[in-house]
């Protein structure tokens, strides 16, 4: 814990474009309240840089509730920064202390590539979702909600995998840039159901094969991912997903 | 005096019994052919609950859709955030509930002020919408047996409430994203992310397409259909701070207004009476803590206004738990707009708690005692641990401080029973539109909404107007289309050129103010009149001296921001407006003037029972005031009470 008001120095990634070369740009921020939330701090900066006439830093941001995963941000080399299972808009200034440098920069991976100083493109995971992460059901054709039985326990398994907010840490904490923990998040969800079954095969081969295809690494078990993540998805999907995806090649042939 | 249209508008409500005429109206609207589908084009611009529902189910018809987001992904889009659960009338749990219940509920939930028909519709749709979820694979909590579980919510009398943990919206969008994923493989969805819609293309009165910005390169790009449907959410941001996420703007339902789009009912927003209070200049949004927190925390304030011992020390004879004392048969769970106003006159009273004196607790105290910690971190630890990780106070020892937030707006654009606004084509879904939670939305009924109007409603109506509509192709050259694009580029121009001095937050900030004071909880008629014009002062120095750097040809957040602020600045103008015409209190709608002696709202239905549809002249000119009037035959209306 820190006193009420602090001075720091923000070293950020600058970088104007997608193919224009980045650096690091040093900006003193003085009177930073504890209180604040990390964005709210970046805020401050910004109002700041523009009245000096210097443009905003520009990070992507939303519901700054901890839910949407639009933000991102390596802080000090850590996915959403310090704190565990807290995502960028839900960490406080209250972490940081008087005096500190603060190194602020996008996440990095081939597969996420930088359009403007923090912000990074992720639609490669819509693309993961569009070759899979779903139950083929068209609207109007669901019989009854309680004729689907879903244990208590079950139904517990997929929500804790569910609960993936999508917003890429675990690519950006690994060194391998893998997608791992994100997709098996979504296969096990729908393994685990009942409603998920019928496609339980075609889904993880199809999800794994664009994962591949969009440039994420491999995995080697190092689960910093899971260390990195705000959902806490835990890394025993990872297991899930490579039984599924063992199983379902030996039943395709693929 | 407001201009009156003396035309009335058509709702296009069909005649007969309430609970006959969605089945029998279905019947009647004509299908477009399954081998003509193909043929046509639609736009669904927004991707939350309505608009993903939307663009998954059309797709799956048939049609093509082009789907527009502002965020990297549909998926970020602010229904994510909904934490509490999804209303429907299955009556699993046994206790009384029925369609009629939830009907009844809700349109007296909306202080008699929704289109009985929407309404009715929406409970009967409710139960189709946790059956399509289910099937999805949203993983809705569930008794070990494995039957779906079901909670009571925000002031309702049976448990009808169905929920994913705290993050129901969350799933139920990833359950509409992941449909709409799955057209886009199949080819029949394209999506557009980063995109902002800045106009409406209307050709012979006919909406027919839109201009967006493309948030990456800055390109504006044109593009046509046969349909638009707006799925674009709320305006609460015109208070610079709510619960909305900060992305969530008014632009495009209000460029649709500028195109002839009537604006109805503004002036209804809902102040959400469970928020993490303010604590500085600096704040940027505020917190929402799930109402369902009410089931079984207390509210209260010291009985003496000069008691500044701490919480824990205060004993129960020196509490004034005043929701309990004023509404003994509800407590606690009176609806929003009602334990809101509470909160706020105990902290005008000066018996507010905290730095600020603007919050009072919310206290978990006996619930412990009673059920034990573990029980209430089950129910409720996520909210917990997200208060902590704000405030940096455990709410397990020592109680929330909570305070009401604007949360959302039962405001939107006017449809008619179809969903189509007044100019046809253009559709308007969800929190977008304004018709069916009146002047209050019950908890729980916002998902309901979204997923009705986007799963059941729409793939029905948008097809009647297909297949009657002449609808020529629209060559991108068409003058419409130039037209449409060049007033995008130019208000992009006047933005970068005005060159001032002061930042876009902080005109932002000066809005919100504004609009807190004089049209938040409590409105009066002097208080209007003057937010009218300090809005209009403001808009005539931000266009002056707003200050706005980089260019319009790559990624520029404070352009974004500055297009959505200039909106918000013309917006704001019809709010006091609409509040000032309304001459009563209904719902969250709260005049001064009236009241009753216990200082609860006074409706005037002998004069306000219409919805008030606005069209719009010119920026600072007057509207002209289109009414449909509302009739309650099958819900008598009743002054409300939760005594």
């Known amino acids: 814990m820190s006193s009420e008001s602090l001075n720091l120095t923000l070293r950020i990634w600058r970088q104007n474009g997608p193919d224009a070369t980045g650096d690091f740009r040093d900006y003193k921020l003085n009177g930073v309240s504890t209180h604040m939330s990390f964005l709210e701090m970046l805020d401050v900066l910004n109002e700041q840089l523009i009245e000096a006439g210097e443009e905003p830093v520009a990070f992507d941001h939303d519901c700054r509730e901890g839910i949407c995963g639009m933000c991102s941000l ?181 | 005096m407001v201009r009156v249209a003396t035309d009335t508008l058509n709702s296009r409500v069909p005649e007969g019994p309430v609970d006959e005429i969605w089945d029998k109206h279905r019947f009647n609207m004509k299908l477009v052919n399954p081998a003509n589908k193909r043929k046509f084009n639609v736009i669904v611009v927004g991707t939350g609950l309505a608009g993903g529902a939307a663009a998954a189910s059309l797709a799956e018809l048939g049609y093509n859709v082009k789907s527009f987001c502002f965020q990297d992904s549909p998926r970020r889009a602010h229904s994510i955030a909904a934490q509490g659960g999804i209303n429907a009338a299955k009556n699993y749990p046994n206790d009384g509930d029925s369609i009629w219940r939830l009907f009844y509920d809700t349109v007296k939930g909306g202080d008699y002020r929704a289109r009985e028909a929407n309404v009715y519709r929406l409970a009967q749709v409710s139960n189709n919408i946790i059956d399509q ?25 049976v448990s009808r409430t169905f929920y994913c943990r705290g993050q129901t919206g969350q799933q139920l969008l990833l359950g509409a994203y992941q449909a709409m994923m799955r057209q886009v493989q199949l080819g029949k969805v394209e999506v557009f992310a980063r995109r902002e819609m800045l106009e409406l293309i209307v050709v012979d009165g006919v909406s027919r397409g839109i201009v967006v910005r493309n948030l990456t390169s800055g390109e504006l790009e044109t593009h046509t259909a046969d349909a638009v449907v707006l799925c674009t959410g709320g305006y609460g941001n015109v208070y610079y701070l709510s619960t909305n996420a900060k992305g969530c703007n008014v632009t495009a339902a209000w460029r649709c207004h500028k195109r002839g789009a009537y604006f109805a009912n503004p002036c209804y927003t809902q102040i959400h009476p469970t928020c993490i209070p303010v604590s500085g200049d600096y704040q940027s949004k505020l917190t929402l803590m799930s109402e369902s927190l009410r089931n079984d925390g207390r509210v209260w304030v010291a009985k003496n206004i000069d008691d500044k011992r701490s919480p824990s020390e205060i004993p129960d004879e020196d509490r004034d738990y005043y929701l309990e004392r004023r509404y003994p048969a509800f407590g606690n769970l009176v ?19 905290g730095e600020s004196g603007l919050a009072v607790y919310l206290d978990f105290r006996d619930a412990i005692l009673r059920d034990g910690e573990d029980a209430i971190r089950k129910k409720y630890g996520n909210l917990f641990h997200m208060y902590e990780k704000i405030t940096a106070e455990n709410p397990y020892k020592v109680p929330m401080k909570i305070y009401p937030a604007v949360h959302y707006t039962m405001g939107g654009l006017w449809v008619d029973y179809h969903l189509m606004s007044n100019l046809p084509g253009l559709f308007v879904l969800g929190e977008a539109n304004f018709s069916d939670h009146g ?185 002209t005031l289109h009414k449909e009037q509302l009739s309650f035959p099958n819900v008598p209306p009743t002054t409300r009470s939760y005594k």
């Open chain 2, 335 to 353: 609806p929003r707009d009602v334990a809101s106003r509470a909160s706020k006159e105990r902290c005008d009273a000066g018996f507010g708690v």
């Open chain 2, 133 to 157: 979820c289910v099937s999805q694979g949203v993983p809705f909590a569930r008794e070990y047996g494995g039957t779906l579980a079901n909670r009571s919510f925000g002031g309702a009398q």
């Open chain 2, 439 to 623: 002047a209050n939305r019950l908890g729980a009924s916002a998902l309901m909404q979204g997923l009705s109007d986007g799963y059941f409603v729409i793939p029905y109506t948008v097809g009647d107007h297909l297949a009657k509509a002449e609808l020529p192709e629209i060559p991108h050259d068409h003058p419409a289309c130039v037209a449409a694009l060049q007033s995008a580029q130019d208000r992009i121009d006047k933005l970068l050129a005005v060159n001032g001095t002061r930042t876009v937050d902080s005109f932002h900030r000066a809005l919100g103010h504004i609009m807190w004071e004089h049209c938040g909880m409590a409105r009066s008629k002097a208080g209007l009149e003057l937010a009218i014009s300090q809005i209009r002062e403001l808009r005539e120095e931000f266009w002056k001296d707003v200050r706005v750097l980089g260019s319009g040809e790559t990624l520029n957040q404070s352009l974004e921001k500055a297009g959505r602020v200039a909106d918000f600045l013309e917006f704001g103008e019809l709010m006091c407006i609409d509040a000032l015409n309304r001459e009563e209190s209904c719902g969250g709608h709260f005049r001064e003037e009236h009241q009753t002696p216990e200082g609860e709202a006074k409706r005037n239905d002998a004069e306000f029972s219409y919805v008030a549809a606005w069209e719009f002249h010119d920026v600072g000119a007057e509207p």
């Open chain 1, 74 to 254: 390596m802080i000090d080399g850590k996915a959403h920064g310090p704190d565990n299972a807290t995502t960028t808009c839900q960490l406080h200034m209250r972490r940081f202390n008087d005096g500190d440098t603060v190194t602020i920069e996008p996440w990095r991976a081939s597969a996420f590539p930088v359009l403007r100083d923090l912000v990074v493109d992720r639609s490669a995971f819509d693309r993961i979702i569009q070759a899979g992460g779903y139950v083929s059901v068209n609207t109007g054709n669901a019989p009854d909600g309680n004729a689907i039985p879903v244990p208590g326990r079950v139904q517990e398994t997929a929500m804790d995998a569910a609960a993936c907010i999508g917003c890429g840490a675990c690519v950006a904490a690994c060194k391998n840039a893998s997608a791992m923990l994100f997709v098996s998040a979504k296969v096990s969800q729908l393994a685990v159901l009942p409603q998920g079954k019928a496609e339980r095969g075609e889904r993880v081969l199809n999800m794994v094969a664009k994962m591949d295809e969009e440039g994420f690494g491999h995995c080697t078990n190092t689960s910093e991912c899971e260390a990195a993540c705000p959902a806490e998805i835990s890394v025993d999907n990872i297991a899930r997903l490579n039984r599924e995806f063992i199983r379902a090649s030996l039943v395709s042939g693929k």
